[in-house]
């Protein structure tokens, strides 16, 4: 559509340029189309300019020799070509951008194109009334742009990294043109280059403006770019959170109560516990309790001063004869200096939150920090655990520890990288077997005294949230719930639903330390005689998995919307086992399996699950799963994208030494990768010796790795594997990652997608 304007348009604006639709242009012998210039009353054609930079056209002559009440219209075009292909400014229509003039139009309509980048010819195109086929153009103008003024950094590198209480040296910059060089911190301080300056902690923008001198061809361009300084402090790095568990028991009884075992409470056992036992008595006056005691490495006392305003944590478990203790356990401050003994701060209920809610047989944590009536802390160096029993009513109150928990920091270039093993026994009344079933009806053998936890957890615990038949402990909790956490992946623990009557389970674990986003976690399972890869068959329906930070709960996923990883790294094939992940997005320290099932059906066994742990998130972009094969450009960096300055990586390759069978999809149908090859487990990897790769430089949370060889020579039905170790505080983080990718030659215009680690949602 072509409107006619009778009005005075200034421009200040790029617009978009569009072919134009006249081939020919036709002599009118009705119309003129005057002149136009780059300066106001002159007769400027031709002009240099910043790249960038801006013009502005005048009408140096109108349109003219028009006839009476006669109209004239015009654009403007332009060529990149040195005109052998004119293009238009188009309006927001996408037609021509056209101005009227004629007869009673007289004022000049000066037009201003900014952010030129390219040289140009710009002319204006006049024609009559509504016939657009039937003009004229004036001579063209020329626009000659200079070469962007690059400002170089050194290796290309403008962002940096350094730690708390250490200077920033200015880099050496350079420029493409000849150019001065000014550098300005946020509050426009001038700093120069060489320069070193001290930095708070947080992200700082340095600017660095260019301008040209006279010795290029336009003086006075002024190019600005940036440099970003991270400071960090490294003991948020390196901080660490260690738990220092009571050492010393003292056990207390009255009436027809007693404690028993009371020496499991103190043993570093995780599993084992002393038991409250509170006998039926008359009036309901029976109490009975435990006092532990803290103590130093040396085994010296803490004093209360040096405890004061820590927060206590003990693991607690009840077991009933019939009811619920209604409130029966309490705790309270203890403090002693070896000889004399007495309660300090209020007395604390174990109830409230997640705890109104358990039923049944439960093993869980409650945390407090003893304190005043009004809330001041109180110096201690012990807890007393006590349990009142109802009248009528035999009680069980089960202790396994308490402990507090301390700060501390490491140093990566001196970390041995040796983690304290943590090995539980459960007791024996517990039964765990020490044989287990696998889904096909094998045998397996399993450790089941002694045996180690996995890197990142700490201990578990257990219960239910709804009410249940009171039913032995194998019918009415989770069993075996060691065996989720323990270092072998045959064992497992089950959700039990054969009872199947409102039944809501939950297996916490407990992780040694806080999760950080860009983890994600991995929960390894099977259940009898069901495809693992066909997770719509494993009703994960009925299954939450719950994130909390201590006993704040942060967030909470259903398990259907986990994925299943690459099952053969694992050689999980002949078991049928699945390995689900899920990335997070939130710091948390404890991870809640939970069956929420409050139907009467009988499941069966249920689901077993073999082992939750934490590991680290690695996926190209834009894939939804990492059995994927991504081609990726040798010529180009390896990019991994870095959630945090505590996280580092080391790369390498590993070749496939033998596959498995193919996946396939929850209907049946092979998967197939980009190159339409069925996607196979892989059952043996072997890293290949050299072929670590060189960090070259980490810009914008991006750590760039120098890929140096093609490696096609070692890949396996077209593909090999990236091997990417996560390291934080000098020591490797989880398990080994596997990536399958194709090492291709390629064309400058390939970009290698960059290994995502920021725990995305898919």
């Known amino acids: ?104 139009q007289t004022d000049p309509n000066p037009l201003t194109l900014e952010n030129i980048t390219n040289n140009m010819l710009i002319k204006r195109y006049a024609y009559v009334g509504n016939s657009p086929d039937n003009g004229i153009s004036t001579a063209p103008l020329s626009v000659n742009v200079q070469q962007e003024n690059k400002i170089l950094f050194q290796n290309d590198i403008n962002a940096y990294a350094i730690a708390l209480d250490e200077t920033f040296t200015i880099p050496t910059i350079t420029t493409s043109l000849p150019a001065t060089i000014e550098i300005f911190d946020a509050e426009g301080n001038s700093l120069s280059q060489g320069s070193s300056i001290s930095l708070n902690e947080g992200s700082h923008t340095l600017t660095v403006i260019a301008t040209t001198t006279t010795a290029a061809t336009v003086s006075g361009c002024t190019n600005t770019a940036y440099m970003q300084v991270v400071v960090y402090d490294m003991a948020d790095c390196n901080k660490r959170t260690k738990k220092i568990y009571a ?72 077991q009933y004869s019939g009811l619920k203790v209604a409130g029966g356990l309490t705790v309270v401050g203890r403090q002693t200096d070896g000889t004399n003994k007495s309660n300090v701060g209020k007395t604390f209920g174990v109830k409230g939150g997640v705890l109104d809610l358990l039923k049944g047989d439960n093993v869980f944590q409650f945390s407090f920090s003893p304190a005043s009536l009004n809330g001041t802390p109180v110096g201690f160096n012990g807890v007393r655990i006590q349990l009142g029993s109802l009248l009528g009513v035999a009680d069980i109150a089960t202790v396994f520890y308490a402990y507090i928990e301390e700060d501390y920091t490491i140093n990566p270039t001196t970390n ?27 045998t397996v053998i399993i450790e089941n005294t002694n045996f180690l936890l996995n890197e990142f957890t700490e201990d578990v615990s257990w219960g239910n949230k709804t009410a249940v038949i009171n039913a032995a402990t194998s019918l009415s ?42 983890d994600q976690v991995q929960i390894t399972i099977s259940y009898p005689n069901i495809n693992v890869l066909n997770l719509s068959l494993l009703q994960l329906g009925n299954f939450k998995v719950v994130y ?66 934490i590991r680290p998130m690695m996926l190209f972009e834009g894939q939804k799963d990492p059995k994927e094969v991504t081609s990726i450009c040798a010529a180009d960096y390896l990019k991994i994208k870095q959630p945090d300055h505590c996280t ?54 991006i750590m760039y790795f120098s890929l140096e060889r093609l490696y096609q020579n070692l890949e396996n039905e077209g593909i090999i594997l990236v091997k990417i170790q996560t390291k934080r505080q000098g020591c490797d983080y989880g398990d080994p990652e596997y990536l399958r990718v194709r090492l291709i030659n390629c064309k400058n215009a390939i970009v290698n997608p960059v290994i995502n680690t920021e725990g995305i949602k898919n």
């Open 1 to 104: 559509m072509i409107r006619t304007a009778h009005l005075l348009l200034i421009l200040f604006i790029s617009f978009a340029v569009k072919s134009n639709t006249h081939t020919a242009e036709k002599k009118v012998f009705a119309i003129n189309p005057g002149t136009i210039s780059f300066a106001e009353n002159s007769s400027l054609t031709s002009i240099d300019i910043c790249h960038g930079g801006s013009i502005t056209i005048y009408e140096d002559q109108a349109v003219s020799g028009l006839g009476l009440f006669q109209t004239a219209n015009y654009y403007y075009e332009i060529s990149y070509d040195n005109g052998l292909t004119w293009s238009y400014y188009e309006n927001e229509e996408g037609d021509p951008y056209e101005f009227g003039d004629g007869l009673f």
């Open 247 to 318: 050492t010393q028991a003292d056990s207390w009884t009255s009436g027809a109560s007693w404690v028993s075992n009371e020496q499991n409470a103190v043993n570093n056992n995780r599993a084992n516990y002393a038991s409250l036992n509170g006998g039926v008595v008359i009036l309901g006056i029976g109490t009975v309790g435990i006092d532990l005691y803290f103590t130093k490495e040396n085994g010296t006392l803490y004093s209360p001063q040096e405890l004061k305003g820590k927060r206590v944590t003990i693991k607690l478990g009840e």
């Open 416 to 442: 041995t990288c040796i983690e304290e093993e943590i090995r539980v026994t459960p007791p024996a009344s517990l039964l765990y077997p020490d044989e287990q079933t696998t889904i096909d009806g094998d």
């Open 477 to 518: 909790s989770v069993v075996h719930p060691y065996y989720a956490v323990d270092d072998n992946y045959e064992s497992y623990a089950i959700f039990n639903t054969v009872v199947g009557v409102l039944n809501q389970q939950f297996l916490l674990t407990h992780l040694r330390q806080t999760a950080r986003p860009g």
């Open 548 to 613: 909390y930070l201590d006993d704040t709960k942060v967030g909470e996923e259903y398990m259907e919307e986990f994925r299943v990883l690459d099952i053969g790294l694992l050689d999980f094939e002949n078991n049928k086992k699945a390995v689900i992940t899920k990335p997070v997005t939130i710091p948390f320290n404890r991870i809640e399996i939970q069956q929420f099932n409050t139907v009467s059906v009988n499941l069966g066994q249920g689901l077993r699950i073999h082992d939750v742990r």
């Open 648 to 701: 580092t990586y080391e790369v390498s390759f590993a070749k496939v030494l033998q596959f498995g069978g193919s996946f396939t999809d929850a209907d049946g149908n092979i998967l197939v990768d980009e190159n339409n090859q069925p996607i196979k487990s892989i059952l043996e990897v072997e890293d290949i010796p050299e072929s670590a790769l060189t960090l070259s430089h980490a810009e914008n949370n």
